[in-house]
């Protein structure tokens, strides 16, 4: 077994929010396994559900565009918020979203095109950027979606500018009916997304090694209860339909009336649209997500400064 370090239980408290013994517990449990180390406090009611969006951390812009039956995303890290407000990163950001557009939301297709305005390639322009700005720069990702007919609308929460801030959503709607209906309805369900933070877009989506994951969690936490096994698999199977009401889009409650799950909003749609609406495709950036940004101790940032 590994040692157990104060690295790995102050990170797992960081992730689970349990107490510092409990998790030295977990971790020794597990021989040190983080992701099971999760589970087993899970398990013993310790910690909460454990989601995979990591810390958000670092800084910078998600960029949106959308163009009818086309949307594109991407993220741009840098290191302090400062830069976000910067013009010439917004400029930029805004810029590799439009190349996302037209490359599919490719990255290397993305840093390989023509920076407007120049002769410099998005990387180039990019190393420029960081040399006149003085920060590390990336870009990050970048997505795109597209239907045959219909729209994809974006949406960006608190927005700096026009198509940039910290979440960025971009939600695909096929269908024959009005166009200005079914962008309204788009609209909606990307406001919808950036709050309730879907991880799929229905249930034959879900990835079946998080749902496998799920299931035996919450076989363990119904088998600490004492109950019999018949009982515990009909547990499991109550537990998993509410387990899909949070990480499923179209089993979700709509945010906007709280009682309507997504899957009928767009059925009713039709009625308003004049035609059926499928909900083909989502995607949320949220800024940093998945990073962890480095903890600074400033005290000794400036004994170290001294010492030197």
Same mark, same amino acid.
């Given at each position: &077994?590994?040692?157990?370090?104060? !690295? &790995?239980? %102050?990170?797992?408290?960081?992730?689970?929010?349990?107490?510092? &013994?409990?998790?030295?517990?977990?971790?020794?449990?597990?021989?040190?396994?983080?992701?099971?180390?999760?589970?087993?406090? $899970?398990?013993?009611? *310790?910690?909460? !559900?454990?989601?995979?969006?990591?810390?958000?951390?670092?800084?910078?812009?998600?960029?949106?565009?959308?163009?009818?039956?086309?949307?594109?995303?991407?993220?741009?890290?840098?290191?302090?918020?400062?830069? =976000?407000?910067?013009?010439?990163?917004?400029?930029?950001?805004?810029?590799?979203?439009?190349?996302?557009?037209?490359?599919?939301?490719?990255?290397?297709?993305?840093?390989?095109?023509?920076?407007?305005?120049?002769?410099?390639?998005?990387?180039?322009?990019?190393?420029?950027? /960081?040399?006149?700005?003085?920060?590390? &720069?990336?870009?990050?990702?970048?997505?795109?979606?597209?239907?045959?007919?219909?729209?994809?609308?974006?949406?960006?929460?608190?927005?700096?500018?026009?198509?940039?801030?910290?979440?960025?959503?971009?939600?695909?709607?096929?269908?024959?009916?009005?166009?200005?209906?079914?962008?309204? *309805?788009?609209?909606? /369900?990307?406001?919808? #997304?950036?709050?309730?933070?879907?991880?799929?877009?229905?249930?034959?989506?879900?990835?079946?090694? !998080?749902?496998?994951?799920?299931?035996? #969690?919450?076989?363990?936490?119904?088998?600490?209860?004492?109950?019999?096994?018949?009982?515990?698999?009909?547990?499991?199977?109550?537990?998993?339909?509410?387990?899909?009401?949070?990480?499923?889009?179209?089993?979700?409650?709509?945010?906007?009336?709280?009682?309507?799950?997504?899957?009928?909003?767009?059925?009713?749609?039709?009625?308003?649209?004049?035609?059926?609406?499928?909900?083909? =495709?989502?995607? $949320?950036?949220?800024?940093?997500?998945?990073?962890?940004?480095?903890?600074?101790?400033?005290?000794?940032?400036? %004994?170290?400064?001294?010492?030197?």
């Amino acid at each position: &077994m590994s040692a157990i370090s104060a !690295a &790995m239980v %102050k990170e797992l408290r960081d992730k689970t929010g349990a107490g510092m &013994m409990d998790c030295k517990k977990a971790l020794s449990e597990t021989g040190g396994n983080m992701e099971e180390a999760v589970d087993w406090l $899970r398990t013993k009611g *310790l910690a909460a !559900a454990a989601k995979k969006a990591g810390r958000v951390a670092a800084e910078g812009l998600v960029g949106v565009v959308a163009d009818a039956t086309r949307g594109a995303m991407v993220e741009v890290n840098a290191e302090t918020d400062f830069v =976000a407000r910067n013009e010439t990163f917004q400029e930029y950001v805004s810029s590799a979203a439009k190349a996302a557009l037209e490359t599919g939301g490719d990255t290397g297709a993305i840093l390989a095109a023509t920076y407007p305005g120049g002769t410099n390639s998005f990387e180039q322009q990019l190393t420029d950027n /960081i040399a006149t700005i003085g920060e590390n &720069m990336s870009l990050r990702r970048a997505t795109a979606l597209s239907v045959d007919k219909g729209v994809v609308a974006a949406y960006v929460h608190s927005a700096l500018a026009p198509g940039l801030g910290k979440i960025g959503v971009l939600v695909a709607l096929e269908s024959e009916g009005d166009a200005g209906a079914l962008a309204a *309805l788009g609209k909606q /369900i990307a406001m919808h #997304v950036a709050a309730a933070r879907p991880e799929f877009l229905s249930i034959d989506a879900v990835d079946p090694a !998080a749902l496998e994951r799920e299931r035996t #969690v919450l076989a363990e936490q119904a088998r600490e209860s004492g109950k019999p096994e018949e009982i515990v698999a009909k547990m499991v199977e109550g537990r998993l339909r509410k387990y899909y009401e949070e990480v499923v889009l179209l089993e979700q409650v709509f945010v906007i009336d709280n009682e309507t799950k997504i899957a009928k909003v767009i059925a009713n749609a039709a009625g308003d649209v004049g035609a059926p609406v499928a909900l083909k =495709a989502f995607a $949320r950036f949220n800024l940093g997500e998945g990073i962890e940004k480095q903890e600074e101790d400033f005290a000794a940032e400036v %004994k170290a400064t001294l010492n030197a």
